[in-house]
């Protein structure tokens, strides 16, 4: 049964998954969890949609619905890496089959990364850039019917990830966190520095 939350910095009401457990500090904008072992949210191309397919969507999720119209949802993401594809993530929620992802992953080489995954009935997964440290800048926009993923090292300036499109008017997506450990027995995950803005997003380009 999922619990509800409330964290200061963001607007509306967060509800975990069933069975996962989120520490909310709201003064410091913090979120905590670890993720459960052997967990995901991915859909395997390879296999699409048929009754074999490799289908995990097992993580452990924080998600609440946001205003509607524009806005910037932010944090830094620091994950204790220990093994393949351990992620702390910024989500997008509509189903099990309509969902996106930007990640702050443990690649197959042993690098942090910047990685994002946009489901439509199965997933895609696209690399971005590797990390020195533990820590990232997350940052997902919703501008007019798309979304803008940006990542940053600094918190201050950020690189377009991703822009697409993947809500309708009639299926708004959740928005919130994720922590994953799809070969491993788990890891830590810490959002904090969380910031959510209704301010609209410019320029996705010009690193602001």
């Known amino acids: 049964m999922s619990t509800h939350q409330q964290l200061a910095a963001v607007p509306f009401e967060l509800a975990s998954s069933e069975g996962s457990n989120w520490e ?9 969890t670890t993720a459960h072992p052997h ?14 397919a490799q ?5 452990a999720t924080l998600l609440g619905s946001p205003p509607a119209g524009d806005f910037q949802f932010s944090a830094r993401v620091s994950v204790g890496f220990s093994s393949t594809f351990d992620a702390g993530v910024l989500l997008l929620w509509i189903d099990e089959r309509h969902w996106a992802k930007l990640c702050f992953e443990y690649s197959p080489q042993g690098r942090p990364m910047v990685v994002s995954v946009v489901n439509r009935g199965v997933a895609d997964d696209a690399n971005a850039f590797t990390v020195d440290g533990e820590s990232v800048w997350l940052r997902v926009s919703r501008v007019g ?3 803008a993923y940006h990542a940053s090292t600094d918190g201050t300036t950020w690189q377009m990830i991703r822009y697409f499109a993947l ?42």
């Open 24 to 32: 909310i500090d709201s003064d410091a904008a913090t979120v905590r």
């Open 39 to 52: 967990s995901d949210i991915f859909v395997d191309p390879a296999e699409g949609v048929t009754a074999n």
């Open 55 to 59: 289908t995990l969507l097992n993580a």
């Open 145 to 147: 019917h798309t979304t």
């Open 167 to 208: 809500e309708d008017p009639d299926r708004r997506a959740l928005i919130g966190f994720e922590a994953q450990s799809p070969t491993g027995e788990g890891c830590a995950v810490t959002f904090d520095e969380v910031r959510f803005t209704q301010n609209r997003l410019t320029d996705i380009r010009d690193g602001s």
